[in-house]
């Protein structure tokens, strides 16, 4: 079921953002101690901080493992952590595009990206999966959803099997239900035709015009 997903995203998210604001509130507090020339978060900063603390190392590494994730999670709810970087205008340069999840490890903007920034497009991905969760939460105590759940998976089951052979699932479902459409269009317009007379040959001639 959707919801068990919807949860474990939820989860998911949660822990994620709890060792991103670790990571990022150990690299705010070891700054000083590193002496570095800017607050961006380079590969520099990365290195002194595994200088000073060998846990600095483990958090970071489980931050990059769950970007990826966390990145699928926030473009399947509509977040946006696109972003551009601008150079300074007495300088110029190009622009710097940039995800905010990525910038978490490293920082490609010109001046650094602010990390409440980041810390509110996490928040904006854990309130979705929080809604999405909530909406699936409804719908598994609904026997209606059950139902049309059921139902869907079993027209869907044929294209499923044709999917794991190797086929192109997407294309044959729509190719399928056009076809679907196509007799349900039929049979209406052969009922109308009947209920207001028309004849055999009106008849033909509409079904040679819909195939």
């Known amino acids: 079921m959707k919801y068990w997903a919807a949860r474990a995203d939820l989860e998911f998210m949660a822990e994620f953002a709890d060792n991103v604001a670790a990571l ?14 800017s607050n961006r978060r380079t590969l520099e900063a990365a290195k002194k901080c595994a200088s000073i603390a060998p846990e600095y190392q483990q958090l970071r590494t489980n931050v990059a493992g769950a970007i990826l994730r966390a990145k699928r999670i926030a473009a399947r709810h509509g977040v946006n952590l696109r972003g551009t ?3 300074p205008p007495m300088f110029g340069g190009m622009t710097r595009p940039f995800n905010l999840f ?3 490890l490293f920082d490609p903007s ?13 928040v904006q991905t854990i309130a979705a999966c929080q809604d999405e969760k909530e909406k699936e939460r409804r719908r598994l105590y609904n026997p209606f959803c059950w139902l049309f759940d059921g139902f869907v998976w079993v027209l869907r089951f044929p294209f ?28 209406i317009l052969l009922l109308l035709g009947l209920w ?16």
């Open 24 to 37: 990022l509130q150990f690299e705010h507090d070891a700054a000083p101690a590193m002496s570095l020339s």
């Open 196 to 211: 207001y007379g028309l004849s055999k040959t009106d008849l033909i001639n509409i079904l040679k015009d819909l195939f």
């Open 160 to 187: 499923m099997l044709l999917g794991a052979a190797d086929f192109n699932q997407k294309e044959i479902e729509k190719h399928m239900l056009a076809k679907i459409f196509k007799l349900i269009e039929a049979g």
């Open 110 to 122: 010109h001046a650094g990206i602010e990390p409440q920034l980041i810390s509110d497009a996490l």
């Open 85 to 87: 970087s601008y150079p």
């Open 102 to 104: 990525d910038a978490i």
